[in-house]
């Protein structure tokens, strides 16, 4: 009996490492990224339409930043850079 209780201690561990091992940015969390920096920008310009040309110099500075990138954690990484940029 103590050895199934090792080895099911053992098993809960390696799952728990492979977990944590994960992918930071999946398909679906660069989607939801993308779908709060476009709610984040839709926001700031309808509060303050002045202010559209200077978030859409910041917009084009990390889009230049990161094109030509095809990762996942890096197109996390633009969205969050955008999001920031627009709540400034």
């Not at 398909?27 to 779908?35: D, F, L, R, S, Y």
């Amino acid at each position: 009996m103590k050895k199934f209780l090792f080895v099911a201690v053992g098993l809960a561990v390696l799952a728990g490492s492979a977990c944590s091992k994960a992918p930071e940015c999946t398909a679906e969390i660069a989607t939801k990224k993308a779908q709060d920096m476009a709610a984040a920008l839709q926001e700031a310009i309808t509060k303050d339409p002045a202010k559209a040309a200077d978030l859409t110099a910041k917009v084009q500075a990390v889009t230049t930043k990161y094109q030509g990138t095809t990762t996942l954690a890096d197109a996390c990484k633009a969205y969050d850079e955008v999001t920031a940029a627009i709540k400034g």
